[in-house]
């Protein structure tokens, strides 16, 4: 039972244009959500966050967007830069208070110059 | 700071070949995690240990054993090695903090391979 999915593998976009990478989920008692961002050959590095009692969170150009009627959230880039290219995981806590994550399956976003 | 270190970066073994894989942390986290990530299926976990002194199983523990040996380190033993168990590893770190958003720190990865 995936938790957290991650429905489109990759999304292709040209520079300068909106990033928009999507997650939905099915457990609305998530507290909050973690954006991943993981280039080749390295680990994931944390992106951004959003807690379910806000709709809304932005960093520089980064905004990450909750529909928890929906049980969706996505992830927008704007201005999307060819250094953005990697694979985006959407993250949500495990059970318990260990600190666990369920990560959904990983979209690849290449943007092109 | 180093963050969080892994050994060996890539590993080729032969069926049935042991091998343990290490990490260790600086940050002083109280969690610690092992995950491989495959094509198509993410970031999945395999163990986990939520304080020194505790380990506990995830959503794919077969195949695998751990030790938390100290607060910084949590290994990774394949005792028989299998090529279902060729992936890449990543280890990684938290506070696991109650209330908190518990961000997890990531490794390098180790890229296994076996034969």
């Known amino acids: 039972d995936q938790q957290v999915k991650q429905n489109s593998p990759s999304l292709s976009v040209q520079e300068g244009r909106i990033s928009i990478l999507n997650c939905d989920y099915t457990?609305?008692?998530?507290?909050?959500f973690l954006w991943y961002k993981k280039y080749p050959a390295e680990g994931p590095t944390f992106l951004i966050s959003?807690?379910?009692?806000?709709d809304k969170n932005e960093d520089g150009r980064f905004t990450v967007f909750l529909n928890k009627s929906a049980k969706h959230l996505s992830l927008h880039i704007v201005p999307s830069q060819p250094g953005d290219s990697a694979v985006y995981f959407c993250?949500?806590?495990?059970?318990?208070?260990?600190?666990?994550?369920?990560f959904g399956q990983g979209t690849t976003l290449q943007v092109k110059p | 700071n180093a963050g969080v270190t892994q050994t060996p970066k890539f590993q080729v073994l032969k069926t049935g070949q042991s091998m343990t894989l290490q990490c260790a942390q600086d940050?002083?986290?109280?969690?610690m995690y092992w995950y491989r990530q495959d094509p198509g299926m993410g970031l999945r976990l395999i163990y986990y240990?939520?304080?020194?002194?505790?380990?506990d199983k995830g959503e794919v523990p077969n195949g695998y054993n751990v030790s938390r040996l100290n607060k910084r380190e949590f290994s990774l033993r394949l005792e028989s090695a299998a090529p279902s168990q060729t992936s890449v590893y990543f280890c990684?770190?938290?506070?696991?903090?109650?209330?908190?958003?518990?961000?997890?720190?990531f490794g390098p990865g180790t890229r296994l391979t076996v034969l």
């Open positions: 990684a770190s938290s506070e696991a903090l109650l209330g908190s958003y518990n961000e997890q720190f």
């Open positions: 457990n609305s008692m998530f507290d909050y």
């Open positions: 959003i807690s379910s009692i806000k």
């Open positions: 993250a949500a806590p495990g059970s318990g208070n260990t600190g666990k994550l369920i």
């Open positions: 940050m002083n986290h109280n969690s």
């Open positions: 240990s939520a304080s020194e002194g505790t380990t």
